[in-house]
């Protein structure tokens, strides 16, 4: 029969005191006393025999310990109670709130210089935002939280907050940064002159369970991060929500634009059986229920000319093309684009509509013509300079500027051999590498990029393309070999591009087929053969002048950035495999670097912090 512990511990100290006895009697090393000790170590092996030891919780650090707490406070709470609220009624908006009372706010002694604090106790509303930082002390918790990109105190005082002592303290234990709430409160002013919001009640709306990055004195600088997580960059630096909203009001400015003169707003398809419009290589996909490949669009305008065909004088789109080209710091595969087409106009007439609608659209962001732009040079360094939007634009024809260029007259015609091995040389002799395909478009385009657009620092026109460049701008009406076409270029990079259309269908026909030769060489950006905009042409397009305005690099511009990311909500990334984060043990990334969580959150935090493989 197994003896009980009780039992084995009296046995266990009747063998302690004997093996005492025999040290002091015969010595340590005595047989007897040996014999006593090996006896005294069985009879302790028996007592934990059979015991296990029990297993160590995981100690949580770091994300998964932040996570662990904000877990324990939505039991506490109730997930489908009082952690997610369905809603909260706000009175006034942040930005409202301060517009509306800041100059309101009487003072508490008005004798007293040095007291600028002051309440307005009869006015009671309610605002939400999320909490930027937080910090309490006894009675007392300051708060600032941000709403519509405004920040905003909130101060907790146990005079004016309605809630037991109680409760007061366990409202400002349970926020951290991060978390959504709600206030209601009264305006007023700290005594060193902040504008605040006195709460009479905190409710929290959402919980935020990760821990944000530091906000330090240099802002949220992991790059890579910012542009896969928008979400928190927006969260975290809230001076680049500028940004998006200087986006707006161009996009708001271009439509009011155009609408005012009478332009009509209109949709075309996403998806085309001929990827035309634009030279540039197209995005392909899979139409299932025709079982056929389809392109994505890179260019809307082949349907806004054929809208014009039916008697829509003035049309225009803004929206997304999808070219399956390079990203880099001026290019993304999908960027919006503003393109209107005009029937009865030129392109002399579009050239002072642009100088009109870009001065007027600078003149109203910024109160004058005047735009700062720290322009980063090849070797690094960074120079300021003023992009000024005063019309008129610098305007350089693109053949005669050339020419004073390499010191050399251009062959009378651009499509022959002979130009070919002529544009060749001036390549060779500048030191421009250009990749095969080495067709005479590819070629010109590369020498006016070395000469042309490297002047092209403050707006200016580069004007009357040639027509091998150019295979749905009309004939210069001076030079048959040229087109009536200009690009705007603003610090070198090209913001804009219009031209007089190609309305002869007879010559559409030849420059498309002029445009297959240049794809059977190996121009994949080469455009094909659309029929169905040929024969649209051959029921009349009037005389029409067709404009394109990057959205994207304007924005760029605009608001000082050279990265084309820095003006995208959700730029193109490369998608990341895996996480190996803490807090979730490990999370699949979407294509933009979004965690996909793989476990329930009501999973235990060792569960949590320790996956299974």
């Excluded at 031209?499 to 559409?508: D, F, G, I, K, R």
């Amino acid at each position: 029969m197994a003896q009980s512990e009780k039992d084995l511990k009296a046995l266990v100290d009747q063998q302690a005191k004997l093996v005492k006895e025999l040290q002091a009697e015969k010595g340590r090393d005595a047989p007897e006393t040996q014999e006593a000790v090996k006896k005294m170590a069985e009879l302790r092996g028996q007592m934990t025999k059979g015991k296990e030891k029990a297993p160590k919780a995981p100690v949580l650090t770091g994300e998964a310990a932040y996570l662990d707490e904000r877990m324990k406070l939505i039991n506490k709470l109730g997930e489908k109670k009082d952690a997610y609220p369905h809603k909260f009624h706000c009175s006034t908006g942040v930005k409202e709130f301060i517009d509306k009372y800041t100059e309101k706010i009487p003072r508490d002694k008005p004798s007293d210089d040095s007291d600028k604090g002051g309440k307005l106790a009869d006015v009671v509303e309610t605002m939400a935002g999320r909490v930027h930082a937080c910090r309490s002390a006894g009675k007392l918790a300051f708060f600032h939280i941000i709403g519509e990109g405004t920040l905003l105190q909130v101060i907790m005082h146990n005079e004016v907050y309605e809630g037991t002592d109680a409760r007061f303290k366990e409202v400002t234990k349970m926020l951290h940064r991060g978390d959504v709430i709600g206030i209601r409160g009264i305006p007023g002013k700290s005594k060193s002159g902040e504008f605040s919001v006195f709460a009479k009640e905190i409710t929290l709306l959402t919980p935020c369970l990760k821990m944000l990055p530091k906000d330090d004195a240099y802002g949220f600088k992991d790059q890579e991060q910012r542009y896969r997580q928008r979400y928190l960059d927006l969260i975290v630096n809230t001076k680049n929500r500028k940004t998006f909203e200087v986006r707006a009001e161009i996009i708001k400015h271009i439509r009011r634009y155009l609408d005012d003169r009478g332009f009509l707003e209109v949709e075309t398809p996403m998806m085309n059986m001929i990827a035309g419009g634009a030279t540039a290589r197209p995005f392909i996909t899979h139409h299932n229920d025709l079982n056929l490949d389809m392109f994505m669009r890179i260019a809307p305008e082949l349907y806004l000319k054929m809208l014009v065909v039916g008697g829509l004088e003035r049309v225009y789109e803004i929206g997304r093309q999808f070219r399956n080209e390079g990203i880099d710091l001026t290019h993304n595969p999908e960027f919006t684009t503003c393109e209107f087409y005009w029937a009865f106009a030129d392109y002399n007439d579009l050239m002072k509509e642009t100088e009109e609608m870009l001065s007027g659209l600078v003149f109203k962001l910024f109160n004058s013509y005047d735009v700062p732009f720290t322009n980063e040079k090849k070797d690094g360094t960074k120079e300021d300079i003023i992009i000024n939007f005063k019309p008129p634009f610098r305007r350089i024809r693109m053949i005669p500027d050339l020419e004073k260029c390499v010191g050399e007259k251009f062959p009378a015609s651009l499509e022959s051999d002979e130009a070919n091995k002529f544009l060749l040389a001036q390549c060779k002799k500048a030191g421009i590498d250009c990749p095969p395909p080495l067709t005479n478009a590819r070629l010109l385009d590369k020498l006016v990029d070395h000469y042309l657009e490297a002047q092209c620092t403050q707006p200016t026109f580069i004007m009357d393309h040639p027509k091998v460049m150019s295979p749905l701008a009309k004939w210069h009406r001076d030079d048959e070999e040229l087109t009536e076409r200009f690009e705007l270029f603003i610090m070198k990079k090209e913001v804009c591009n219009a031209y007089t259309e190609l309305n002869s269908p007879m010559t559409q026909r030849e420059r498309f087929a002029g445009q297959m030769k240049d794809k059977a060489a190996g121009d994949d950006e080469a455009q094909g053969i659309d029929e169905n905009f040929i024969t649209a042409l051959e029921y009349g397009l009037p005389p029409t002048a067709g404009w394109g305005l990057g959205i994207d690099r304007l924005t760029m511009m605009l608001t000082n950035q050279m990265n084309i990311k820095e003006v995208l909500l959700f730029p193109a990334m490369k998608p990341q495999v895996i996480s190996t984060g803490p807090a979730f043990g490990g999370a699949a990334l979407n294509g933009q670097g979004v965690p996909q969580l793989k476990k329930l959150y009501k999973e235990t935090p060792a569960e949590v912090s320790e996956p299974k493989k």
